[in-house]
C-alpha cells in the first residue's frame, strides 16, 4: 500500500473530501427534484414541500462551499507537507508533478472555487428576492458544480494513490528553471516588460473594476492573473527567498518562509474571483451596479503592495536588486 | 467662505477627474498591447520540439537555438547531433546520441520513429540505427560515442551502443574511460 | 388585510400523520377584530402561527396586505412580521433577566433607527400598556398581569399594523384579563387588526365590534 495514505493530512483530506462529497450527492439528488417539479407561483403541497427541500439543499450547499475553500488551503498545505515522503522534491512543485494528476487537480481546484464564488453569488441575489427569482440559475450552475466535483474527487484519489515513493521527482529549480537559452515568460518578455505589464494591468483592473467597465474589467483581470503569476514566480519570488535562481510557487509556503505564500497567492485569487463573480453574476443577472468593488480591490492592491514590498524592503536594506 | 470655496473645488476637480478617468482608462489599454506588442515581436525562442514532421524527415535546426530535450543544453554542432521524428509529426533534438538512448527508453513511440543521426565521416545525415559508432570520439555530453557512415576498426552498430549507454559504459565512466584510452 | 385560502396544515411524525388545519377560508379587514373560538386542539394556535409567519402551511394562500407571508424567503418575512404583526403570547415569552423597557426595546433593535427614536417608541408603548411606572423592574419580579402589559407593549412597540394575540388570558385572573380586554378595546379604536385565538368565555360579549369565529377540529364551523 502506498506510504502516503498513512499520512494524516492526507488521510483527514480525503476523508473530508469524501464526507462532504456524500453531503453534496444527497443535495445533487433532491435539486434535480426540486429542478424538475419547482414552480414558485403554485401554493400546492408538492411547492411547499419543494420550498423546504430547497432551504435544505441551500443550507448543505453553503455549509459544503464553505469547507471547500478551507480545504483547499489544506490540500496545498498536505502536498507541501508530504514532500518530505516523496525524494526529490522539495516542496509542493515536486508532489503535484509526482503524476499525471497532480497539475490538472489543482487547475480544476481553483476552477471550482471560481464556480464556488459565482454560486456564493446568486445565492445571496435568490435570497434578496421575494420570488426566488435566481432559483433556476442558482440550480443549474449547482449542477455544473457538481460535475465538476465528481471529478475532483476521483481524480483525488486517483493523484495520492500514484504518488510513488521510490520514483524521484523533479524539484523546483528543475520545473521552473529555465532551458539554457530559453524565456519562459509569456510574450517574449523579459523582466524590466513583464513588471511593467503586471502594474499597467493592476491599473487597469482596479479602472474598470470602479468605473464599471465589465466585460474589459473581466479580461483585465484574467490577464493580470496570468501575468502575476509569472511576476511572482520569476521576480517578486526571488525577493522572498533572497536568491535570485529560486523560482517557485511552492516553497513560499513554507514555514522557512513564514507561510507567505498563502497570503500571496491568497490575496491574488480571493480578489480575481471575487471581482469576476460579482460582473459575471451582475451580467447573468442583469444587475447594473456591482456590490464588492471595494474589497476586490482591498485585496488585489494587498497583493501587489505585499509583493513590492519584498523588493523595496530588500532594496532599502541592501542598496541594490537582486 | 474659504470652506465653500474649498468644497466647490473639490467638486470641480472630481468631475474633472471622472471625465478623464475613461481617457486614463483607454491609455493603459493601448500601454499594454504595446508591451506585449513589442515582446512579441522580438521574441526570440529557442526550439525544443518542432511539430508537423509527419514524413519524419530531417529537419533544419539552428545551432545554439535548439535544445537536446533530455539534458536541456543548446545544441552547438550538428556533428553527432540526432533528430527522432515519430508518426504524429513532432520532432525532438538531441546533442549526443547517449542523450537520445536514454531519453527515447521510456517512450511508446521508441520503435516506430525514425531516427537521424548526422555523421562524422560522410558530414550528413543518416538513419541512425544503421550508423556505427565509435567509442572514443569527443562528444557533447561525453560519451564517445561519435557516429560514422561507414564502418571502422572498434566500432559498434546503433544496438551495443545503446546497451552501452544503458549500463553506463560511456567515456564519462572513469573505469570505461581508463580501459579505452589509457591513464 | 389578512387572506386565507384553502389552508391546510399536517403534521407528519413516523406513524401516522395529523391534519390540524382544514381547508381554511377566512377574509380579515383592516381595523376588524376577530376571535376565534375553540377548544384546546382545534388549531387555533396553528392557525395564529401560519398567520404570523412563524409556520407554513401544507397547502394553501396567506396573504398579508397582499404579500404571500408563507412563501417569503426568511429575509423577507422577517422584515414583513417585524413591520406589520404584533404578537401576544400565551405564556408572555418574556427575557427574565431583563427589564421591563429592555424587553419592549428588542424588537426595535434591527429596525435602524435611532436611539432617540427608540427611546421614544418604547416609551408610548409602555405608556399604552399602562406598565411605564414598572419600566426598571426585572420581569421575573412581575406579576402575571404585569407580565402581559409588558408583552402587549412589546407586540405595539413597532407600530404594527396587525396584532396577533395567543390564548393572551389563559394565565391571568379575571380582574387581569378584563383590563386586557380594555387595551385591546383601547387598540381597536386606534384602527389595528386584533386576531384573538381564546377558549376564554369573557370574549364571548365583547361591547366593541368584533366577529367571532368558532373552531372545531382545524375547521371554521361557519363563517
Same mark, same amino acid.
Given at each position: 500500500?502506498?506510504?502516503?495514505?498513512?499520512?494524516?493530512?492526507v488521510?483527514?483530506?480525503?476523508?473530508?473530501?469524501?464526507?462532504?462529497?456524500?453531503?453534496?450527492? !444527497?443535495?445533487?439528488i433532491i435539486?434535480?427534484?426540486?429542478?424538475?417539479?419547482?414552480?414558485?407561483?403554485?401554493?400546492?403541497?408538492?411547492?411547499?414541500?419543494?420550498?423546504?427541500?430547497?432551504?435544505?439543499?441551500?443550507?448543505?450547499?453553503?455549509?459544503?462551499?464553505?469547507?471547500?475553500?478551507?480545504?483547499?488551503?489544506?490540500?496545498?498545505?498536505?502536498?507541501?507537507?508530504?514532500s518530505?515522503?516523496?525524494?526529490?522534491?522539495?516542496?509542493?512543485?515536486?508532489?503535484?508533478?509526482?503524476?499525471?494528476?497532480?497539475?490538472v487537480?489543482l487547475?480544476?481546484?481553483?476552477?471550482l472555487?471560481?464556480?464556488?464564488?459565482?454560486?456564493?453569488?446568486l445565492?445571496f441575489?435568490?435570497?434578496?428576492?421575494?420570488e426566488?427569482?435566481?432559483?433556476?440559475?442558482?440550480?443549474?450552475v449547482?449542477?455544473?458544480?457538481?460535475?465538476?466535483?465528481?471529478?475532483?474527487?476521483?481524480?483525488?484519489?486517483?493523484?495520492f494513490?500514484? !504518488?510513488?515513493?521510490?520514483?524521484?521527482?523533479?524539484?523546483c529549480?528543475?520545473?521552473?528553471?529555465?532551458l539554457?537559452?530559453?524565456?519562459?515568460?509569456?510574450?517574449?518578455?523579459?523582466?524590466?516588460?513583464?513588471?511593467?505589464l503586471?502594474?499597467?494591468?493592476?491599473?487597469?483592473?482596479?479602472?474598470?473594476?470602479?468605473?464599471?467597465y465589465?466585460?474589459?474589467?473581466?479580461v483585465?483581470?484574467?490577464?493580470?492573473?496570468?501575468?502575476a503569476?509569472y511576476?511572482v514566480?520569476?521576480?517578486?519570488?526571488?525577493? !522572498?527567498?533572497?536568491?535570485?535562481?529560486?523560482?517557485c510557487?511552492?516553497?513560499?509556503?513554507?514555514?522557512?518562509?513564514?507561510?507567505?505564500?498563502y497570503?500571496v497567492?491568497?490575496?491574488?485569487?480571493?480578489?480575481?474571483? !471575487?471581482?469576476?463573480?460579482?460582473?459575471?453574476?451582475s451580467?447573468?443577472?442583469?444587475?447594473?451596479?456591482?456590490?464588492?468593488?471595494k474589497i476586490?480591490?482591498?485585496?488585489?492592491?494587498?497583493?501587489?503592495?505585499?509583493?513590492?514590498?519584498?523588493?523595496?524592503?530588500?532594496?532599502?536594506?541592501?542598496?541594490?536588486?537582486? | 467662505?474659504?470652506?465653500?470655496?474649498?468644497?466647490?473645488?473639490?467638486?470641480?476637480w472630481?468631475i474633472?477627474?471622472?471625465?478623464?478617468?475613461?481617457?486614463?482608462?483607454?491609455?493603459?489599454?493601448?500601454?499594454?498591447?504595446?508591451?506585449?506588442?513589442?515582446?512579441?515581436?522580438?521574441n526570440?525562442?529557442?526550439?525544443?520540439?518542432?511539430?508537423?514532421?509527419?514524413?519524419m524527415?530531417?529537419l533544419?535546426?539552428k545551432?545554439?537555438?535548439t535544445?537536446?530535450?533530455h539534458?536541456?543544453?543548446?545544441?552547438?554542432?550538428?556533428?553527432n547531433?540526432?533528430?527522432?521524428?515519430?508518426?504524429?509529426?513532432?520532432?525532438?533534438?538531441?546533442?549526443?546520441?547517449?542523450?537520445?538512448?536514454?531519453?527515447?527508453?521510456?517512450?511508446?513511440?521508441?520503435?516506430?520513429?525514425?531516427?537521424?543521426?548526422?555523421?562524422?565521416?560522410?558530414?550528413?545525415?543518416?538513419?541512425?540505427?544503421?550508423a556505427?559508432?565509435g567509442?572514443?570520439?569527443?562528444?557533447?555530453?561525453?560519451?564517445?560515442f561519435?557516429?560514422?557512415?561507414?564502418?571502422?576498426?572498434?566500432?559498434?552498430?546503433?544496438?551495443?551502443?545503446?546497451?552501452r549507454?544503458?549500463?553506463?559504459?560511456?567515456?564519462?565512466?572513469?573505469?570505461?574511460?581508463?580501459?579505452?584510452?589509457?591513464? | 388585510?389578512?387572506?386565507?385560502?384553502?389552508l391546510?396544515?399536517?403534521?407528519?411524525?413516523?406513524?401516522?400523520k395529523s391534519?390540524?388545519?382544514?381547508?381554511?377560508?377566512l377574509?380579515?379587514?383592516?381595523?376588524e377584530? +376577530?376571535?376565534?373560538?375553540?377548544?384546546?386542539?382545534?388549531?387555533?394556535?396553528?392557525?395564529?402561527?401560519?398567520?404570523?409567519?412563524?409556520?407554513?402551511?401544507s397547502?394553501?394562500?396567506?396573504?398579508?396586505?397582499?404579500?404571500?407571508?408563507?412563501?417569503l424567503?426568511?429575509?423577507?418575512?422577517?422584515?414583513?412580521?417585524?413591520?406589520?404583526?404584533?404578537?401576544?403570547?400565551?405564556?408572555?415569552?418574556?427575557?427574565e433577566?431583563?427589564? +421591563?423597557?429592555?424587553n419592549?426595546?428588542?424588537?426595535?433593535?434591527?429596525?435602524?433607527?435611532?436611539?432617540?427614536?427608540?427611546?421614544?417608541?418604547v416609551?408610548?408603548?409602555?405608556?399604552?400598556?399602562?406598565?411605564?411606572?414598572?419600566?426598571?423592574? +426585572?420581569?421575573?419580579h412581575?406579576s402575571?398581569g404585569?407580565?402581559?402589559?409588558?408583552?402587549?407593549?412589546?407586540?405595539?412597540?413597532?407600530?404594527?399594523?396587525?396584532?396577533?394575540?395567543?390564548?393572551p388570558?389563559?394565565?391571568?385572573?379575571?380582574e387581569?384579563?378584563?383590563?386586557?380586554?380594555?387595551?385591546?378595546?383601547?387598540l381597536?379604536?386606534?384602527?389595528?387588526?386584533i386576531?384573538?385565538?381564546?377558549?376564554d368565555?369573557?370574549?364571548?360579549?365583547?361591547?366593541?365590534?368584533?366577529?367571532?369565529?368558532?373552531?372545531?377540529n382545524?375547521?371554521i +364551523?361557519?363563517?
Open positions: 500500500m502506498n506510504e502516503i495514505l498513512f499520512s494524516n493530512q488521510i483527514i483530506y480525503l476523508l473530508s473530501e469524501a464526507t462532504l462529497f456524500f453531503l453534496l450527492f !444527497i443535495a445533487f435539486s434535480v427534484k426540486i429542478l424538475i417539479k419547482w414552480d414558485f407561483n403554485s401554493f400546492s403541497p408538492t411547492q411547499f414541500k419543494l420550498e423546504k427541500q430547497a432551504y435544505l439543499v441551500s443550507t448543505i450547499t453553503l455549509f459544503v462551499f464553505l469547507i471547500k475553500f478551507i480545504l483547499l488551503i489544506y490540500f496545498v498545505f498536505t502536498v507541501d507537507s508530504i518530505v515522503l516523496v525524494p526529490g522534491a522539495m516542496c509542493g512543485a515536486g508532489v503535484i508533478t509526482a503524476n499525471e494528476y497532480g497539475t487537480l487547475g480544476l481546484k481553483f476552477l472555487l471560481a464556480l464556488l464564488i459565482f454560486w456564493f453569488y445565492q441575489y435568490d435570497t434578496h428576492t421575494k426566488h427569482l435566481y432559483f433556476k440559475h442558482k440550480s443549474w449547482f449542477l455544473a458544480i457538481f460535475v465538476f466535483v465528481v471529478l475532483e474527487l476521483f481524480l483525488d484519489f486517483q493523484y494513490l500514484n !504518488i510513488d515513493t521510490h520514483q524521484p521527482v523533479s524539484c529549480s528543475a520545473l521552473f528553471g529555465q539554457e537559452g530559453a524565456n519562459p515568460l509569456p510574450f517574449g518578455l523579459n523582466i524590466p516588460l513583464l513588471l511593467t503586471f502594474y499597467l494591468l493592476y491599473i487597469l483592473v482596479i479602472l474598470t473594476l470602479n468605473l464599471n465589465k466585460v474589459v474589467y473581466i483585465s483581470n484574467l490577464l493580470f492573473l496570468y501575468i503569476y511576476a514566480v520569476y521576480f517578486f519570488g526571488t525577493y !522572498i527567498y533572497q536568491l535570485p535562481t529560486h523560482k510557487p511552492f516553497c513560499m509556503l513554507q514555514p522557512d518562509y513564514f507561510y507567505i505564500g497570503f497567492w491568497g490575496f491574488l485569487f480571493i480578489g480575481t474571483f !471575487i471581482g469576476i463573480g460579482d460582473v459575471l453574476s451580467l447573468v443577472i442583469g444587475i447594473p451596479n456591482l456590490k464588492y468593488q476586490t480591490s482591498y485585496f488585489l492592491s494587498l497583493f501587489v503592495l505585499l509583493c513590492t514590498s519584498y523588493v523595496a524592503v530588500y532594496w532599502l536594506k541592501n542598496g541594490v536588486l537582486l | 467662505m474659504h470652506l465653500l470655496c474649498g468644497c466647490l473645488l473639490a467638486k470641480k472630481s474633472i477627474v471622472k471625465k478623464l478617468l475613461p481617457l486614463l482608462i483607454i491609455f493603459v489599454i493601448l500601454g499594454i498591447s504595446a508591451v506585449i506588442f513589442i515582446s512579441m515581436a522580438k526570440d525562442q529557442p526550439m525544443t520540439i518542432a511539430k508537423g514532421n509527419k514524413e524527415k530531417v533544419d535546426f545551432l545554439n537555438f535544445n537536446d530535450s539534458c536541456k543544453m543548446l545544441i552547438h554542432e550538428k556533428r547531433a540526432l533528430e527522432v521524428a515519430t508518426p504524429s509529426g513532432k520532432t525532438w533534438f538531441f546533442d549526443d546520441p547517449a542523450c537520445m538512448v536514454e531519453w527515447i527508453q521510456d517512450k511508446s513511440f521508441k520503435d516506430s520513429s525514425k531516427i537521424w543521426v548526422y555523421t562524422l565521416d560522410t558530414k550528413r545525415w543518416i538513419d541512425a540505427k544503421k556505427w559508432y567509442v572514443t570520439n569527443k562528444t557533447a555530453m561525453h560519451s564517445g561519435g557516429a560514422r557512415e561507414h564502418k571502422i576498426e572498434k566500432s559498434i552498430d546503433f544496438n551495443e551502443m545503446s546497451l549507454v544503458l549500463r553506463g559504459e560511456t567515456l564519462d565512466n572513469p573505469k570505461i574511460r581508463k580501459k579505452l584510452l589509457g591513464d | 388585510m389578512i387572506t386565507v385560502e384553502n391546510s396544515k399536517t403534521f407528519y411524525n413516523k406513524e401516522n391534519k390540524i388545519l382544514t381547508d381554511i377560508n377574509h380579515i379587514k383592516q381595523g377584530c +376577530v376571535i376565534l373560538k375553540g377548544i384546546s386542539g382545534s388549531g387555533k394556535t396553528t392557525l395564529l402561527s401560519i398567520v404570523a409567519g412563524l409556520d407554513k402551511p397547502d394553501g394562500k396567506v396573504l398579508i396586505d397582499g404579500d404571500p407571508i408563507s412563501k424567503p426568511d429575509l423577507f418575512a422577517s422584515e414583513l412580521r417585524a413591520k406589520k404583526i404584533g404578537m401576544i403570547f400565551q405564556h408572555f415569552n418574556l427575557f433577566h431583563l427589564s +421591563v423597557s429592555e419592549v426595546t428588542i424588537p426595535l433593535i434591527p429596525s435602524g433607527l435611532t436611539i432617540k427614536e427608540v427611546s421614544k417608541n416609551e408610548r408603548a409602555l405608556k399604552i400598556a399602562n406598565i411605564y411606572h414598572k419600566r426598571s423592574l +426585572v420581569s421575573s412581575l402575571g404585569e407580565k402581559q402589559r409588558t408583552a402587549i407593549a412589546r407586540a405595539l412597540v413597532a407600530n404594527p399594523e396587525i396584532i396577533l394575540c395567543d390564548e388570558t389563559a394565565n391571568l385572573d379575571k387581569n384579563s378584563l383590563l386586557f380586554i380594555e387595551t385591546i378595546k383601547e381597536h379604536k386606534m384602527s389595528k387588526t386576531v384573538i385565538a381564546t377558549h368565555p369573557l370574549f364571548e360579549k365583547l361591547d366593541f365590534d368584533n366577529r367571532i369565529i368558532p373552531m372545531v382545524g375547521k +364551523v361557519y363563517e
